[in-house]
């Protein structure tokens, strides 16, 4: 009888399904009273011999079974324990309808059902291997897709916890960057603030020059009006006493001093108006410009703008203008800031290498223009402006910063650093170059090229 190994392998299986379900429904709760009264019939078979009746109860229990193990969802990892039993369970009943008669046949055929009952077995046993590969490549696949899920969870977690810290950079970041406008905004002020600091201190040198270089024509008029009014005494003497002669010389020498006294004005009237020029604010309108005549009044207003400040300076000038320099459209008021900062510089590094005493030394600084290429028809000429000085040179370290924004070898307090870089965005501005030759211990050379059309 196979009945002993159904009720086993039922109890087996039954056993996993309620460890998987949980808590227990009510199919289960049904399937478990069945398995408990077939357990029950089972023993009361076994002990009071009762196999007519048992083994009816037997088979209409195990079918229950086996049906609900078929038909309810809840049940469908079991299903293939129907498969793996239902041989079994199909020659026990059919021995126990053959055992109803006792025909030769029957016999026969209880003897058949006797013999396959062993493959029965093998097949369980077959079916029941493969069943637990299939568990256990279900399981993997479970662990698979249950490790999935948990790595899907904390990407999940992850990606929310980056979206929380993107978020929180783009603020950090947001705020660095009104941070950075306004240190921006600041500094834009503070470099407006400097620039006009520059321009207010080139005015204030030249101003300084100005107000030197205009006590001279200033002094030869009025010397010049002093002696005329001594003139004129005489002339009236000379026309009460009837010295007609003396009268046309002495009439003269007032016409003379007359030109003189005129000619020193227009100088004083033409400086005045070189100052007020320099002064106004820059329309960006370019002139006809006459560039010897502007690097000549520029170089000695800078000359005394220094003599002024410090009454210890002293410094040769030169000028090598080419006489055939032609007019060239520039912002004079532009150009001559250029031409008075360059020129200070020079006048600056005589003075400071004449400090260190330096035997047989005399500081000089010479203002020269040239013609490179002369214009003509719709082409473009070129012309040369350079200001020379024989002091300490530039390093050659340094000869590559000299016109970056702030950068300066003066001390504290004596510059800015904005000089050079203005003057060099001047010149670009013009459509020029402005670059520095210089050997160090010899001197400097700056040159400004400008085109002429």
């Known amino acids: 009888m196979a009945d002993p190994y159904i009720l086993f392998f039922l109890m087996l299986y039954f056993r996993r399904t309620l460890k998987s379900v949980e808590p227990p429904s009510r199919w289960v709760r ?112 479970r662990m698979l897709r249950e490790q999935e899920e948990r790595e899907a969870r904390i990407v999940a977690a992850q990606k929310a916890e980056l979206e929380v810290q993107v978020s929180q950079r783009t603020a950090e970041i947001m705020r660095q960057k009104e941070e950075l406008q306004r240190a921006l905004d600041d500094l834009k002020a503070t470099q407006d603030q400097l620039i006009h600091a520059e321009k207010m201190a080139s005015l204030g040198e030249l101003t300084a020059g100005i107000a030197h270089e205009i006590q001279n024509p200033l002094n030869f008029v009025n010397n010049f009006s002093e002696v005329n009014q001594e003139l004129i005494a005489e002339l009236e003497n000379a026309l009460q006493t009837g010295q007609t002669g003396e009268v046309l010389e002495l009439a003269r020498d007032i016409r003379q001093n007359l030109e003189k006294i005129q000619f020193h004005g227009k100088r004083a009237d033409g400086i005045v108006k070189g100052m007020l020029q320099h002064s106004r604010s820059n329309t960006g309108q370019k002139e006809v410009t006459d560039i010897n005549a502007l690097c000549d009044e520029y170089l000695r207003l800078g000359y005394h703008g220094l003599r002024a400040k410090d009454k210890s300076f002293n410094a040769q000038f030169k000028t090598d203008l080419d006489p055939a320099m032609p007019p060239v459209r520039v912002v004079p008021q532009e150009l001559g800031r250029v031409i008075l900062n360059l020129i200070n510089n020079a006048f600056y590094a005589v003075n400071a290498r004449k400090k260190d005493q330096v035997p047989g030394y005399e500081p000089t600084v010479t203002v020269q223009t040239r013609v490179l290429s002369p214009a003509g028809g719709l082409g473009e000429g070129r012309v040369e402006i350079q200001v020379i000085d024989n002091g300490s040179g530039i390093p050659k370290a340094i000869a590559d910063k000299i016109f970056q924004p702030f950068f300066t070898t003066k001390p504290t307090g004596e510059g800015t650093g904005l000089g050079l870089s203005l003057s060099y965005d001047i010149i670009k501005a013009h459509g020029g170059n402005l670059r520095v030759e210089s050997e160090e211990g010899k001197g400097a050379r700056f040159i400004i090229e400008l085109p002429v059309r």
């Open 30 to 141: 049904i399937f478990t009273a069945g398995m408990v009264f077939v357990a029950v019939v089972f023993v009361a078979q076994e002990a009071f011999h009762l196999d007519r009746i048992t083994d009816w109860i037997w088979h209409v229990m195990v079918g229950g079974l086996l049906l609900v193990l078929l038909r309810e969802p809840e049940f469908k990892r079991e299903r293939s324990i129907v498969l793996a039993i239902l041989p079994l369970v199909l020659i026990s009943l059919l021995e126990d309808i053959v055992g109803i008669w006792t025909t030769p046949f029957m016999i026969r055929l209880q003897q058949f059902l006797q013999y396959i009952t062993p493959f029965a077995f093998i097949w369980l046993i077959v079916l029941w291997i493969l069943f637990r590969r299939q568990q256990k490549a279900l399981a993997k696949e």
